[in-house]
């Protein structure tokens, strides 16, 4: 697939600030921007929808017929089980809506532990397959464009979802609408802020690295959030309040996650953070 461009953008896709600037770029030639307002930074110019709806139409459905476990065995139901377990200190099960579920494994969880389930994936025809394997109310399509009731749902659930999109502002203006008043919100991204990241930014600075920028994972990741910023601009421009940061990535054992003391520092390569519609 080759990849194609829009026009450059003037305002930034979380915040819509118009105080953005050139930030770097990786060794593809792919510019970076960031926000002065809300600190986050961006691809800029983005891919083109054409190339967006190609690339996710291969990427889901690969995604999910070649995974290499078997359901059950799949570490990702151990993280979503530590993940659902977490939002539960806070909210008791009632309507759950996954943004951007990939395999569908988030969705089984959430319903083995009592939710009530719907979700959302962008290519249709993966949404079919995987709605009819779990038997579970999706809907497909551009998600700010998707006809979905007002206050309805106690949890939305987003794991690495928000890095891909090229609005993530507008996902989480309409996430805000969906969620009953003092809904959560639970968010999964990585940190490009993290402690192997700095030192490789570091090495870049030095001309050290072949790959320069190459964390940025610009083949797929649009958006590249600091855990503390993030938080931020969630409580100032969307309402949100913060109720718990940790590092995402963790240790299986024994098919359980293992939450350590340590994950409070928030440098490790992904953070989640639990939020409270305010
Ligand atoms: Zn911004």
């Keep these: 697939m080759k990849f194609t461009f829009d026009q450059e953008l003037e305002e930034c896709i979380v915040c819509g600030s118009s105080d953005i600037n050139y930030f770097t770029q990786d060794h593809k030639g792919i510019r970076i921007f960031k926000c002065n ?3 986050m930074k961006f691809m800029n110019p983005q891919y083109t929808d054409q190339y967006l709806s190609d690339f996710y139409a291969e990427y889901q459905s690969k995604d999910f017929k070649h995974h290499r476990y078997g359901d059950e065995e799949n570490p990702r139901f151990a993280k979503h089980q530590d993940n659902i377990q977490l939002i539960e200190e806070y909210i008791n099960p009632g309507k759950f809506f996954s943004i951007g ?3 569908g494994f988030d969705m089984k969880v959430a319903r083995d532990r009592g939710w009530e389930v719907e979700g959302y994936e962008v290519d249709p025809d993966f949404t079919k397959e995987l709605a009819d394997k779990f038997s579970i109310k999706m809907y497909s399509g551009k998600f700010e464009d998707i006809d979905l009731p ?3 749902y ?3 659930y987003m794991n690495h979802v928000i890095e891909h999109p090229k609005n993530p502002g507008e996902y989480l203006s309409k996430i805000r609408e969906i969620l009953k008043p003092g809904g959560i919100l639970y ?3 990585p940190n490009i802020d993290s402690l192997s990241i700095k030192i490789k930014k570091t090495l870049d600075s030095l001309g050290l690295r072949k790959k320069k920028g190459s964390y940025y994972d610009t083949w797929q990741h649009l958006t590249y959030y600091n855990p503390h910023h993030f938080s931020n601009i969630l409580s100032s421009k969307f309402g949100f309040e913060t109720l718990h940061m940790s ?9 359980k996650v293992k939450n350590s003391w340590i994950d409070k520092y928030l440098f490790k390569s992904g ?6 519609k305010k």
Excluded at 271 to 276: D, E, G, P, S
């Design 150 to 152: 007002a206050e309805t």
């Design 187 to 189: 968010i999964a991204t």
């Design 101 to 103: 579920s990939g395999n």
């Design 37 to 39: 307002n809300c600190n």
């Design 154 to 156: 106690d949890c939305v």
């Design 271 to 276: 953070f989640r953070i639990v939020l409270r």
């Design 247 to 255: 590092n995402d990535v963790k240790k299986i054992e024994n098919g």
